[in-house]
């Protein structure tokens, strides 16, 4: 696990830069032992790599987060990325795209993400995914929020957009993402994506979002019919007085690492 304290461009409530630390604290209310798979994923081994900035410069970070999971992947380990706002995946994915010509992302959130620029920064957390999908296939899942100036990038090109008011069926929307998907994939997890009453703490809520039996039927059908090689988890802006957020966020990459080595 990569922990990435980033935060600069958060739009509504702040607190992402507590993500990482919170959901390290959040693990330490799960069981070790897994109920889905029957076992203790820990002893398959998870190390934790703490990579704090010095600032809130983005364009001075990035490289060095971009150098660290490079560095990772060339040991052969599977990276873990845990945010910080969701601008950093634009540092996290690069490497997996270099290593594997033929990946895919899965894009869980509610937002599109795909500004090219926003507030003036193309680093800005509404822009995360905009230089993948100008590389690879994005996949898109959760969106139930669109700004009119990426509208037109929405299902465009080599992003397919799954509009959460239309893919209500889970299981209709698992065969359509299964075909959109390449063999390769990386998962690039908004938690934003689920719904508040899943995972209220959050920097930019949005109703009607994935519950969390769904979410995870999902994403198991992924990990167990691809190769899915990179995961990051991002925008946990945790809560002082209620740590449902961070025990989801946990349990949910507890079980991608049990599913991963399964
Ligand atoms: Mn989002």
């Known amino acids: 696990m990569l922990l990435l304290p980033f935060e600069k461009t958060t739009s509504h409530r ?11 604290e959040g693990s330490l209310g799960l069981e070790l032992f897994d109920e889905e798979l029957q076992r203790q994923t820990y002893k398959a081994g998870i190390h934790t790599l703490s990579l704090p900035p010095s600032g809130r ?8 987060v ?3 999971v490079s560095r990772l992947l060339g040991k052969g380990k599977t990276v873990f990325s845990v945010g910080g706002e969701h ?10 795209l270099e290593r594997w010509p033929d990946l895919s992302i899965l894009h869980f959130d509610a937002h599109a993400d795909l500004r090219p620029t926003h507030e ?8 995360a995914l905009y230089p993948a999908s100008r590389q690879a296939p994005v996949v898109q899942v959760g969106i ?3 700004a009119e100036e990426e509208a037109h990038l929405v299902g465009a090109g080599k992003v397919t957009t799954f509009l959460m008011h239309e893919h209500r069926d889970i299981r ?22 689920f719904d508040p009453s899943v995972v209220p703490g959050v920097g ?5 979002g994935f519950l969390w039996h769904d979410t995870l039927d999902l994403l198991r059908s992924v990990v167990s019919s691809r190769k899915v090689v990179g995961v990051d988890i991002m925008e946990l802006a945790p809560f002082s007085d209620d740590v449902s957020s961070e025990l989801a966020a946990s349990k949910l990459m507890y079980r991608l690492m049990g599913w991963m080595l399964a």
């Open 172 to 193: 209709a929307l698992t065969k359509k993402v299964l075909r959109s998907l390449t063999n390769t994939v990386y998962l690039s997890i908004d938690l934003d994506g």
């Open 66 to 68: 971009r150098a660290e």
């Open 87 to 96: 601008s950093l995946s634009q540092a996290t994915i690069p490497p997996h």
């Open 144 to 146: 139930r929020s669109v």
């Open 120 to 127: 003036g920064s193309p680093f800005n957390h509404a822009c």
């Open 204 to 208: 930019t809520p949005q109703p009607g």
């Open 14 to 24: 702040k607190g992402t830069r507590l993500g990482p630390s919170r959901l390290i």
């Open 57 to 64: 410069n983005a364009a001075g970070y990035f490289p060095k």
